[in-house]
């Protein structure tokens, strides 16, 4: 398969997937767009084995397998050999590489396993597509095993005791994604706006927790730190329609989380002026659209533990549609 099939199968993805991002990716050019689907369609895989129905030992191995993949990836544009041809801004980016490979220490073993890469990059359209993005930007490719980190921990069924904990997650499912769109989008100061990005993907990501707080709950799973139950007094019970029970103690608890979800959007969306034009409308266009979210969780905070709180195609559209006017999304009203 050739580069331009392989990324014409990222951004079919995307489009059809991508339920949230795909409004924000739509607004870059189409070089960093055709790149950002590549790192897209691979972290999907992730997520899609690691919420799969294979047991649990087979997703284990599923991800041990992606990540030998990607680190391969991440070896050979690290390599001397490797010809990476940077676009656009990003020229000062390299300090991404090595930080997210330097985090991935422990799974340098699986950068010794060329043959394995080179049969899976020339029959796999997704790993085709992001070794060439990873050629043509400096993203840091070894990032994602710190994604596969976090899908391994669901996979295990981790529960966490406090924040510090569940940050920790965070920083693994989504700061990781922040640090890699970084790596697509450029900027000048890299060791300001790799923090940014990480703390953007960390709002996300309790956003996401809190949205799906009722689905979760039914495959067991909850994410919400355990020293926050104890503090408000609450507890997750089953009610009699099989999600968790309305409870004022809980729904307390929510809007905590909220407003904590909150704090990390105004500190994540300090990155939004390092970014040029178009890269900045679709980090506002994605943030918005989870911000809105999270407004909307606000102010129906017990709605959480009933449905699955979303917004229309309508209203999704509009926020990136001012994204790319260059409405300027602001963290704090209530």
Not at 225 to 248: I, T, Y
Not at 284 to 308: C, E, F, T
């Amino acid at each position: 398969m050739d580069v331009s099939a392989a990324y014409r199968h990222c951004e079919e993805i995307t489009r059809s997937q991508a339920r949230n991002f795909s409004y924000g990716i739509r607004l870059l050019p189409p070089p960093k767009r055709r790149a950002l689907s590549a790192v897209y369609a691979f972290a999907r895989r992730i997520d899609d084995i690691g919420d799969g129905s294979l047991p649990s030992d087979e997703k284990l191995a599923a991800l041990g397998q992606a990540r030998a993949e990607v680190m391969a990836l991440a070896a050979e544009t690290e390599s001397p050999s490797g010809t990476r041809q940077v676009q656009d801004d990003a020229p000062h980016q390299d300090a991404l590489h090595q930080d997210a490979l330097h985090q991935d220490a422990l799974h340098q073993d699986a950068l010794h396993q060329d043959a394995l890469h080179q049969d899976a990059l020339h029959q796999d359209p997704v790993l085709i597509a992001l070794a060439d993005a990873g050629r043509r930007f400096p993203i840091p490719l070894a990032a994602f095993g710190e994604l596969i980190d976090g899908c391994e921990a669901d996979v295990r069924g981790t529960s966490y005791a406090t924040f510090d904990d569940l940050h920790q997650y965070c920083r693994c499912v989504a700061g990781s994604i922040g640090r890699l769109s970084l790596g697509v989008f450029g900027t000048r100061d890299v060791a300001t706006a790799a923090p940014l990005a990480d703390a953007l993907g960390v709002a996300l990501q309790l956003t996401n927790i809190l949205r799906d707080i009722r689905e979760d709950y039914g495959t067991g799973r909850v994410y919400l730190p355990a020293e926050d139950f104890k503090r408000f007094g609450a507890e997750l019970r089953r009610s009699g329609s099989g999600g968790p029970a309305a409870d004022p103690k809980l729904v307390e608890l929510v809007v905590f989380e909220a407003d904590r979800a909150r704090d990390w959007y105004a500190q994540g969306l300090q990155l939004m002026p390092m970014l040029d034009r178009r890269s900045a409308a679709c980090t506002g266009a994605m943030a918005g659209i989870y911000y809105r979210l999270l407004q909307s969780i606000s102010a129906s905070p017990d709605a959480v533990l009933h449905r699955r709180v979303s917004l229309s195609a309508g209203q999704k559209a509009t926020v990136a549609a001012k994204a790319l006017a260059g409405a300027t999304l602001r963290a704090g009203a209530h």
